[in-house]
C-alpha cells in the first residue's frame, strides 16, 4: 500500500484530501504544520504540501525537509498560487504544483506521476552507482559525446580499454542505446559537459 504525508492546516480541506486517498487504498498521515511534518513523518511514497501553514510556511518546510536528504517527491498545493510561487515552490524541491480546488481525479495522476518519476530516478541513480569510478568516468566522457579516441586521450587510457568499459557501462545501466544512456545520466543528476 502507497502512503502519503498530507502536510494542510485546514481540518476540512486534509479530512477530504484523507477519505478521497484512502478511498482509492493509500495510507495517509496528516500534520496541521510543517513543524509537526518534520518531526513526525518518517516514511511516505508522496508528500502533499500546502503553501499556506502556521508558523513555518509550506515551502520553508519543504527546504528543511530536503536538507535531510529526503527524495520523497512532493506536491504543492495552493489556493492562491501564481508562476512565482510555482517556481519558488520547485526551487524549494516540489515535483509539482497544484492550485486548489482540483479535481481528485487529476490529483491522483498526478501524485502517481511523481511517484512514478522518482522511482525511475532512483533505478537510474542504482543503474549508474553499480559502475566503478572508471566506469562513471567513461559514462560522463560517452554521454557528453566524446568518440572513444577523445575518451582515451582525456582519461589517459587506451582507445581498447574505452571499448570495454564503454561495453560494461552499457550492459551494467541497461541502457539499449546512447540516448538511452543519457537519458539514465540525466535521471540520475550525473554531472557531464555536452561536447
Not at 501524485?111 to 542504482?126: D, G, H, P, T, Y
Request: proline share 4%; hydrophobic share 45%.
Amino acid at each position: 500500500m502507497m502512503s502519503v504525508c498530507i502536510v494542510e492546516d485546514v481540518a476540512a480541506v486534509a479530512a477530504s484530501l484523507e477519505a478521497i486517498l484512502k478511498s482509492r487504498e493509500y495510507g495517509c498521515q496528516v500534520f496541521g504544520s510543517g513543524e509537526a511534518f518534520l518531526n513526525g513523518c518518517v516514511t511516505a511514497d508522496c508528500v502533499l504540501m500546502d503553501v499556506r501553514l502556521p508558523g513555518l510556511d509550506g515551502l520553508s518546510t519543504l527546504e528543511e525537509w530536503r536538507k535531510s536528504n529526503a527524495v520523497t517527491p512532493a506536491i504543492v498545493m495552493t489556493g492562491h498560487g501564481d508562476v512565482r510561487m510555482a517556481v519558488n515552490a520547485f526551487h524549494s524541491g516540489a515535483q509539482d504544483f497544484i492550485e486548489k480546488p482540483f479535481d481528485p481525479d487529476e490529483l491522483l495522476a498526478r501524485m502517481n506521476s511523481v511517484i512514478e518519476q522518482q522511482s525511475e530516478a532512483l533505478m537510474c541513480s542504482q543503474a549508474v552507482q553499480r559502475l566503478t569510478p572508471r566506469e562513471q568516468e567513461v559514462m560522463k566522457e560517452v554521454v557528453a559525446g566524446h568518440p572513444n579516441k577523445v575518451i582515451a586521450y582525456n582519461l589517459g587510457i587506451s582507445p581498447k580499454t574505452v571499448e570495454l568499459h564503454r561495453a560494461r557501462v552499457m550492459e551494467k545501466t541497461e541502457a539499449h542505446n546512447l540516448s538511452h544512456l543519457v537519458r539514465i545520466a540525466l535521471k540520475a543528476n550525473l554531472e557531464f559537459d555536452p561536447a
